[in-house]
């Protein structure tokens, strides 16, 4: 059946929007905002908005489960993922104001096994420790752990993934202090010191120390009983299904992420930080402190991103939490009471332009909606109507500010098709993309790895040589090439 995409979309113009925004109030332009994402396909979730200490938005958009049976409450909890480093530093913080532990202390006074003797907690907090990343290591060991939960129901736990680092004998990515690279390892580590000075489990810490006196009834750590409750996350597949993509069940990490809370929760949250409940007002401030990396001020605090807004100067702190399907973010300008909380389930990748629209109609700014992802509707009609007419609705759309046809978001569609072994209609996503970006050597990258895949040598041979030719540092493109080569000759 022929599918009537352009009924898919509810069409309002960016430019008759800006005319009108600044007619409506900030709570009605906040609201036509999520709700044009809602009805979009773009976002699902919750959202708590706070300016100037007045709620404009406190709101839920859609449902909690693929089937719509349930919808979303603002009491609903999320996964937060990296938005988790709060609680962590912040645990952090309340020992150090116990008189339990230092910031500048070595971590090995903590915790014995802990292979590198010249990182202190502070460079854990504020990411500047030099710890190689360990997520790349569980993917790669994501079979074996899969197998091993099913057969044992034995989750990988913080101590487990220390042990295994510590056998490893990896070495730092730069020595401490010298610069900054993101780094969840670091706050798995943190977890476990705020285990070994406290005495408790980190759920009981959290639970003592911050959810029960917040009365944060809908927050808790991953596999506890607060956490029963929390909303699943899902995918948007290429044939426009919804697709449940939930935390691996062999996965038991925390204090990188491993929290759950709902915005009615983080809102507390929030208000506590302001009013300095827990730490008086010079320790809380120093949570925004960030140290000197080569002679510049770091991005990271502790457990936040600290930056002054471009626009009027004004210090903000900020994080984002993605992960399997939840992309959640928040955004606190610290002199004024200005808040955003917003907590999503649908796998969505307009978290950037959706925070940069809510931003400007908060600062009286004009903005624009997010645009439709390409794999909202180019997918479905490349799957159900084939190739030709996916072509003629990209090249009649292409220039439509209403859709994302970027790079990024065409190369993205490119290869979830490749997963569903949809070669040919792969390769269509590839080739557009490379006609629409001659220059960029990644696109050539991707249209060689499809040919490869797809059983044409020659083809894929071709474009990884363009790849390498506009990126001599394509280290894999320059191996492939090899390979190709070797076996053509052979």
């Not at 007002?281 to 960030?290: D, F, M, P, V």
């Not at 940069?356 to 909202?376: D, G, H």
């Not at 030719?469 to 394509?474: G, I, L, Q, R, T």
Request: with cysteine; hydrophobic share 35%; aromatic share 12%.
């Amino acid at each position: 059946m022929k599918i009537k995409y352009l009924l898919l979309v509810v069409a309002l113009s960016s430019s008759f929007y800006l005319a009108k925004a600044q007619e409506k109030t900030k709570s009605e332009n906040l609201d036509e905002l999520f709700s044009y994402c809602y009805e979009n396909g773009i976002f699902n979730g919750t959202v708590h908005i706070t300016n100037d200490g007045k709620t404009l938005l406190n709101k839920a958009y859609g449902f909690s489960d693929i089937e719509k049976t349930e919808e979303l409450k603002t009491s609903s909890s999320f996964y937060l993922a990296s938005l988790s480093k709060h609680f962590t530093a912040f645990s952090i913080a309340l020992l150090e104001d116990d008189g339990k532990l230092k910031y500048d202390d070595a971590v090995r006074q903590y915790l014995q096994d802990f292979p590198y003797p010249n990182i202190t907690i502070k460079h854990l907090l504020h990411h500047t420790s030099g710890i190689p990343e360990y997520q790349k290591m569980l993917n790669q060991q994501r079979e074996r752990l899969t197998v091993r939960f099913e057969k044992t129901g034995k989750k990988i736990t913080n101590s487990e993934l220390a042990g295994i680092i510590s056998k490893l004998e990896l070495p730092l990515d730069f020595q401490p202090g010298t610069n900054f690279e993101y780094s969840n390892s670091g706050y798995m580590y943190l977890a476990l010191i705020v285990e070994k000075v406290s005495g408790n489990g980190f759920a009981d810490f959290l639970e003592n120390r911050i959810f029960r006196p917040l009365q944060m009834t809908s927050s808790g750590l991953i596999g506890d009983d607060n956490a029963e409750n929390a909303v699943s996350a899902y995918k948007t597949n290429p044939y426009g299904e919804k697709v449940l993509s939930d935390i691996p069940n062999f996965f038991g990490i925390y204090g990188d992420g491993g929290i759950y809370s709902s915005v009615d929760d983080l809102k507390k949250w929030d208000i506590s930080l302001r009013n300095h409940t827990f730490l008086n007002k010079e320790k809380s401030l120093a949570l925004y402190e960030t140290p000197l990396v080569n002679g510049k001020a770091g991005p990271y605090g502790k457990g936040w991103f600290v930056r002054l807004l471009p626009f009027n100067s004004a210090k903000a702190v900020t994080h984002s939490g993605i992960f399997v399907g939840y992309t959640n973010s928040i955004f606190r300008e610290l002199d004024n009471v200005t808040t955003s909380i917003v907590l999503s389930n649908n796998g969505h990748k307009s978290n950037g332009e959706i925070n940069r629209a809510l931003v400007r109609i908060l600062y009286n700014m004009p903005f624009e909606f997010p645009k439709i992802p390409a794999s909202k509707i180019l997918s479905q009609i490349l799957l159900t109507e084939g190739v030709q007419k996916a072509e003629v609705f990209y090249e009649n759309q292409k220039s439509n500010n209403k859709y994302d046809f970027s790079e990024p978001e065409m190369n993205r569609l490119g290869y979830d098709l490749l997963e569903l072994s949809k070669k040919e209609e792969a390769l269509a996503i590839f080739k557009m993309n490379v006609k629409a970006h001659p220059e960029s050597a990644n696109v050539y990258d991707s249209l060689g790895e499809a040919y490869l895949k797809s059983g044409k040598k020659e083809w894929a041979l071709n474009n990884y040589r363009i790849a390498l030719e506009k990126d001599p540092k394509n280290l894999n493109a320059k191996k492939i090439i090899e390979q190709l080569t070797q076996s053509k000759n052979n």
